[in-house]
């Protein structure tokens, strides 16, 4: 069985849905805002237990570029401070911080909705075409997307090792499935690395 000690080693994390699923467990462990900073998140701290087997060669944090929105002013220049603040963070800490596709604004009703495009798209990408180059060996996704499905068959399929890391809390059953193992951040993990010193 694979123990992680291969040459190419990535682990791809999708940022948005990865920081969503940290808000969840603050919310679940009753984690009030000001006592968490998830700008200054300590992903080292996080990940050093869980992928202790793996010898990570890359880390690569996904995100979608962040626009000003003239209805939304004020919250869309926070969030473009905090996506600055974490990369800084990240890029300290050995990440690559990747910005791919874009969060779009909508209107529904009377509200300004943002989704995000285009991340889980490059994600699957970058899965395909690392392997294709034979600059992946293992791949640990970080990422609650269903749609990154057809990238995981694709990538067992040319005998890559594929590791989904999910959280405790609700974790994606399909990505469970699919790929060679699964790794679960417990929530007092995520709690250490989140909570202000």
Known sequence: MYNGF????????DGENFLHKIKEVLKKEGVRKKTADLAQIDLHKLLQE??????????IFYVSRLHSHPETKKKSNELIKFQRTIGNN???QGFEFVIAGNVRAQKIGNKVVF?????DVKIAVDLVSFSSRKILDCAILCSSD??????????????????????EENPNKGLSYTTNRTILLRNSEVLAACLRK
């Open 6 to 13: 291969m040459n190419h080693c990535v682990l791809f994390i």
């Open 50 to 59: 869980p992928l202790r087997r793996f010898v990570v060669t890359r880390k």
């Open 90 to 92: 990240l890029t300290r």
């Open 115 to 119: 989704r995000e495009k285009g991340v």
């Open 146 to 167: 269903s749609d990154l499905q057809p990238a995981v068959a694709e990538l067992r399929e040319r005998k890559i090792e594929i590791v989904y890391l999910g959280f």
